[in-house]
């Protein structure tokens, strides 16, 4: 399983493959004095979790660069990498990290992706606002719920105390970065999980169910509970049964303690680094990702992190 202690550290920032230089010397520095010539498109794609962040960087840099036009969609991770992997994209959002079989797709086609923490999430176990039983839940009592051929049909399945009403499950569906997250640190293994849930790639949609449903349960990213609290209940985690459950908070996510925290990323192209309006919004989100991470419900990464990324791209 992925363990905490990759989070930080040298892993964060590793590229892979050798960054190409860049001519024009144009980025958002040259923007905010007045003097961008940037024009052109930078599209993106990938991680419903990492489209929040993405998104308002992008309207915040077109403000500043209105010659550039910048798109962010959200077709899961996975999928996300397939369509960079392909020249289709520029950017992919990632809520995990890159698998080996994509960094091999993405060479064969002489795409060199560099890697570039942006901010600190934790997955969060949501259920309705109705649910009066459920306070905490263990790890262990998640993968029980959780792992392939689940016997958990009813809330009592889990918790002889809870009541006897079907458990109504929500979660991202298998081209979801957090689904290979959650699964990988849940179930204990990547992708294995049950398939018998309302599943999408669509953490609004996840939202919307969880928050019509009395007796459902579901998972997405923090920046998604924090958007829509007022609709939901998040519920404490904690690591083994008899260890103190923790709720997934700022201080929470950005310690560590929470059990379900993680990084999140965007994965540049080299060879789209070579244009200049690209390397500029790279340049930009991550001399600005502090401040907008915290306005859309994320944690911002200590500011060596953000530092080493800009020496990436520079």
């Given amino acids: 399983m992925l363990k905490k202690g990759l989070l930080l550290g040298g892993i964060m920032t590793i590229a892979f493959g050798a960054l190409v230089g860049c001519g024009g010397g144009n980025n958002a520095t040259d923007s905010q004095n007045g003097g961008s010539k940037l024009s052109g498109t930078v599209k993106i794609d990938g991680s419903s979790t990492v489209f929040p962040i993405s998104q308002a960087i992008a309207e915040e840099f077109m403000k500043e660069n209105p010659g550039v036009n910048v798109t962010v969609s959200e077709s899961g991770t996975g999928g996300g990498f397939k369509k960079w992997a392909n020249g289709e994209t520029d950017i992919n959002d990632a809520s995990r990290k890159i698998k080996d079989e994509e960094k091999t797709n993405a060479a064969s086609k002489q795409i060199n992706p560099v890697e570039l923490p942006v901010a ?26 959780w792992e392939p051929n689940s016997s958990v049909k009813l809330w009592s399945d889990v918790r002889p105390e809870w009541p006897k009403e079907p458990i109504k499950l929500y979660g991202p569906g298998n081209a979801s970065g957090t689904f290979d997250y959650f699964t990988e640190e849940v179930v ?16 609004n949609q996840l939202v919307k169910g969880v928050a019509g449903d009395k007796n459902s349960l579901g998972y997405f990213g923090y920046a998604y509970y924090i958007e829509n609290k007022d609709q939901l209940k998040v519920v404490k ?33 080299s060879k789209a680094l070579e244009r200049p309006e690209v390397k500029a919004f790279v340049k930009y ?25 800009l020496e990436l791209v520079k």
């Fill in 237 to 269: 985690v904690a690591k083994e049964k008899g260890t103190g459950a923790i709720e997934p908070s700022e201080q929470t996510i950005n310690d560590q303690s929470y059990p379900l925290s993680r990084p999140i990323f965007i994965y540049a192209s």
């Fill in 120 to 145: 600190f999430d934790g997955i969060s176990i949501v259920v309705n606002k109705q649910n009066t039983w459920i306070q905490d839940i263990t790890l262990e009592e998640l993968k029980k719920i």
């Fill in 188 to 203: 204990g293994e990547a992708k294995k999980s049950r398939t018998d849930y309302t599943a999408s790639e669509d953490d």
């Fill in 285 to 309: 989100y991550l001399e600005n990702a502090k401040e907008i991470a915290k306005s859309v419900g994320y944690i911002a990464l200590p500011d060596a992190e953000y530092t080493k990324g």
